[in-house]
């Protein structure tokens, strides 16, 4: 009949595009008058077929728990709800798709239950109760069709565990994690189940609904979340008798999870409602070929065999569809034999890679939500969801540099620098860990190694602007920090005479303080970095020159760094530019190139650097600029160049 239907559709489409259509005409004519003898035949026959359904709600996998069915014949002298050919569906809120049942059967007869939750659940209610017709009265005056069963409990979006139907002691948690779905959809499908248990079959239809299309929109991969999804709101279809809807969905279920055997019973049976016989023998018999216990199947199986019989004939298997042989890894009667080691094998790996997929999955929606409370200044959450992420993913460099910016902002730089630490580990260029670990120095007092940061951020990316203003404000801070830390006395001028080695030691005029027309005697030859500060302290007390001039020309390049190691600052760094400069440069300027190549290598180079005032940095870049004029064979422009960088 349901064929029938279908050609007349397709008939009237022709006719209206081409009315003058004579053998579509005669065609349409011809199948109203079989279709009219068919009704007739139908209704003198007087049978009707009702199918009941037993299952348990999909939760985690679609292929968990099996279906359990039956199938009944009522005959024309059995009562069904007051009508005539209808029977009643059954309101229950299993996720089973029984969507027609008979009425008035207490003893439960064929239809007894194999899940021994349904078996506890139906004596509860007792024997009477098993079926209702659609106008029966429930306890609160309303019809169990209409009646939208409340859900003892909160389902207002709180995370706390949700009494189920009437049993006070059952409770469900409708936060608890469904497969790869993010939290938000796991509770709208728990929300879905739940609902479906307790009859509000359009509620729970909606519940599936927005969760398929938050699935759609959240862009993951997970084609077995997905399946259920559709599978479950098929079941809700079903149950409202929109057995077209139902379909499609069982449909776009068997595309992602192909041979999935909820989705195929589900179809079969809304095949068998639209009594489109054919489709429906076919997805029965595949279901077999899947689970070879599904009684309901074997039972709709030879009901509608004597169906297509007396409608096709003795030829009847001829016009099935073709029916798709079930691979051995998708029956499930067959699992029960040992598996292979390659079976094994191939389990495990699909496992890890589930796994790896939701623990994906799960840390990018940490890693969103981490990132939501930041912008909204709640770094305190933001702290919790960053730690998380860092317990499914430990190398994630992002994550450290994150959780170090709450730390900074909850003020607790002791954990925001061990933070960056770890980020630098993983990644040893990663600017913003540079940048925030100085952050933390800065708040823990030590200037010297936020400079040290600052500086590198300004290596990588000379146009970040808050780390110049930031390395302004630490080196004035450092400045303040040294200044309090050494008392401000002067320094005694000791005249130095070397009485040994007579040969070494030379008298130099001191050009600078010949007021009192004195020379001071230097060791031109320090074997050792005392004798050297000695020397070169004699030459800066009296501001002579030409002495450090000497000094530096009789010291070895490679020796400055280590005889400097100990007494290095701004003042000493200026004097010895201002005899490189003055005495040095014309003479030996290669010589010149070397000291400087070897200066910058010594011990807190870098932050005295920083302490020197503006017309000391002026005579430095002089110095590199008359040093980089100089034609020479033994160093170049670029050289210097490069050299220069270190300085200024």
């Known amino acids: 009949m349901g064929n029938f239907h279908m050609a007349t559709e397709d008939l009237r489409t022709v006719l209206r595009e081409e009315p003058q259509n004579t053998p579509a005409t005669q065609l349409l004519s011809q199948i109203e008058k079989k279709m009219e003898e068919c009704q007739q035949e139908k209704q003198r026959k007087g049978k009707k077929i009702l199918i009941q359904e037993i299952e348990e709600a999909d939760n985690q996998t679609d292929s968990d728990n099996k279906a359990h069915k039956t199938a009944c014949l009522v005959q024309p002298s059995q009562p069904v709800g007051g009508e005539e050919r209808s029977a009643t569906p059954v309101e229950r809120g299993d996720m089973g798709n029984a969507h027609k049942k008979p009425h008035g059967r207490g003893d439960g007869g064929p239809h007894a239950e194999s899940n021994s939750s349904h078996h506890e659940h139906r004596r509860n209610r007792g024997s009477s109760d098993k079926y209702k017709v659609p106008q029966e009265k429930i306890a609160n005056g309303s019809s169990k069709r209409g009646s939208t069963a409340s859900v003892q409990g909160d389902q207002s979006g709180s995370g706390k565990a949700t009494p189920v139907g009437g049993n006070a002691g059952e409770t469900v948690n409708l936060d608890a994690p469904c497969g790869a779905l993010p939290p938000p959809l796991a509770r709208l499908k728990n929300e879905g189940n739940l609902l479906f248990k307790n009859g509000q079959f359009a509620d729970a239809l909606e519940k599936y609904s927005q969760a398929i299309q938050g699935y759609t929109d959240s862009g993951i ?99 099935l569809p073709e029916i798709p042989l079930v691979p051995l890894s998708a029956q499930q009667h067959r699992r029960e034999e040992p598996p292979s080691a390659e079976v094994l094998q191939a389990r495990a790996e699909k496992a890890a890679r589930d796994a790896e997929r939701k623990a994906e999955v799960r840390f990018s929606a940490l890693k969103q939500e981490g990132n939501d409370f930041v912008k909204k200044s709640q770094y305190q959450d933001a702290l919790g969801k960053y730690t998380e992420c860092l317990k499914l993913k430990s190398e994630e460099c992002t994550i450290y540099t994150n959780r170090a910016l709450c730390y900074l902002k909850l003020e607790r730089f002791a954990e925001a620098k061990q933070d960056c630490d770890a980020a630098l580990k993983l990644e040893p260029t990663n600017k913003k860990a540079f940048y925030r670990r100085a952050m933390a120095n800065k708040g823990l007092k030590d200037y010297l190694a936020c400079s040290s940061d600052l500086q590198e951020v300004l290596q990588q990316d000379p146009n970040v602007q808050e780390a110049e203003k930031e390395l ?175 300085y200024i």
């Open 472 to 646: 302004e404000e630490v080196t004035k801070l450092l400045r303040q920090s040294l200044a309090s830390t050494s008392p401000n006395k002067p320094r005694k001028t000791v005249p130095i005479t070397e009485v040994e080695d007579d040969e070494n030691v030379t008298a130099v005029p001191n050009s600078k303080n010949s007021c009192k027309g004195e020379d001071i005697s230097i060791n031109l030859q320090p074997a050792s970095a005392y004798e050297f500060g000695q020397s070169l302290n004699a030459a800066r007390s009296s501001g002579n020159t030409v002495a450090c001039a000497e000094l530096l020309a009789s010291t070895a390049p490679e020796m400055l760094p280590q005889f400097l190691s100990t007494q290095l600052d701004g003042h000493t760094i200026s004097f010895i530019m201002q005899a490189l400069h003055s005495h040095l440069l014309e003479k030996d300027p290669y010589l010149v190139y070397q000291h400087l190549n070897h200066l910058h290598t010594a011990d807190r180079f870098s932050v005295v650097l920083m302490l020197l005032e503006k017309e000391e940095r002026h005579h430095m870049t002089q110095l590199f600029e008359d040093l980089s004029a100089v034609q020479s064979t033994q160093f170049t422009k670029n050289d210097v160049q490069n050299l220069a960088n270190k």
């Open 221 to 319: 991969d997970s084609p077995e979340d997905l399946c259920i999804l559709y599978s479950n709101r098929a079941a809700c279809y079903l149950k409202d008798g929109n057995s077209q809807d139902c379909i499609q969905d069982c449909t776009r279920a068997l595309e992602l999870q192909p041979f999935s055997l909820k989705p195929l019973l589900r179809r079969a049976m809304a095949y068998e409602s639209l009594e489109r016989y054919r489709k429906a023998y076919v997805d029965y018999k595949t279901v077999l070929q899947i689970d070879v216990s599904v009684q309901a199947a074997h039972d709709s199986v030879n009901r509608i065999t004597r169906l297509l019989i007396e409608q096709d004939g003795p030829e009847w298997r001829e016009k």
